[in-house]
């Protein structure tokens, strides 16, 4: 699991690895004026259709977060039922539906059907620090395609739009 430095001037994100200290991400995300205005609804990039969760999603949000392979970089591993994928599910519907913005389902473009993954940013609180965290997980056979680090770019270029 990766995280990220991000860097106001230039909007340049740079991967420091999971263990960085929170509070710089924190902090450039402090900024924003409006957290629901902070992402659209949809979004395509180069290759990938990015969408809010939809309730018909839950399976292959179980099978994707059930799954061992995927979740080896997962502290908390994978999810051990349908319930709990549910729960996961409704906490993003729920945020999607406070916020107005949130992890997206994520299929490539030229397969908007076919989830591949889901991610995104999404106000959390960890560990008593409550900021805006990056996340993704993608099914293992479209790893090493940089589809992570576009989606991330995505997410983050969305942010510093809405920085005042």
Request: charge should be positive; include cysteine; proline fraction near 5%.
């Given at each position: 699991?990766?995280?990220?430095?991000?860097?106001?001037?230039?909007?340049?994100?740079?991967?420091?690895?999971?263990?960085?200290?929170?509070?710089?991400?924190?902090?450039?995300?402090?900024?924003?004026?409006?957290?629901?205005?902070?992402?659209?609804?949809?979004?395509?990039?180069?290759?990938?259709?990015?969408?809010?969760?939809?309730?018909?999603?839950?399976?292959?949000?179980?099978?994707?977060?059930?799954?061992?392979?995927?979740?080896?970089?997962?502290?908390?591993?994978?999810?051990?039922?349908?319930?709990?994928?549910?729960?996961?599910?409704?906490?993003?519907?729920?945020h999607w539906q406070s916020q107005g913005f949130g992890y997206w389902a994520i299929a490539g473009r030229?397969?908007p059907e076919d989830l591949i993954g889901f991610g995104g940013v999404m106000r959390r609180s960890v560990g008593g620090v409550t900021g805006l965290y990056l996340y993704f997980?993608?099914?293992?056979?479209?790893?090493?395609?940089?589809?992570?680090?576009?989606?991330?770019?995505?997410?983050?270029?969305?942010?510093?739009?809405?920085?005042?």
């Amino acid at each position: 699991m990766r995280g990220f430095r991000i860097t106001a001037p230039g909007r340049k994100v740079q991967n420091k690895g999971f263990h960085q200290s929170v509070t710089h991400r924190e902090q450039a995300f402090m900024a924003l004026s409006e957290p629901s205005a902070l992402l659209s609804s949809s979004q395509d990039t180069a290759r990938l259709a990015l969408r809010p969760p939809l309730v018909s999603d839950r399976e292959a949000m179980f099978e994707l977060h059930a799954d061992p392979v995927a979740n080896r970089f997962s502290p908390s591993g994978p999810l051990n039922s349908r319930e709990a994928s549910q729960a996961l599910l409704q906490c993003w519907l729920n945020h999607w539906q406070s916020q107005g913005f949130g992890y997206w389902a994520i299929a490539g473009r030229d397969r908007p059907e076919d989830l591949i993954g889901f991610g995104g940013v999404m106000r959390r609180s960890v560990g008593g620090v409550t900021g805006l965290y990056l996340y993704f997980r993608f099914r293992p056979q479209n790893w090493g395609q940089g589809l992570a680090s576009e989606m991330a770019l995505a997410a983050l270029e969305l942010a510093f739009e809405r920085l005042h």
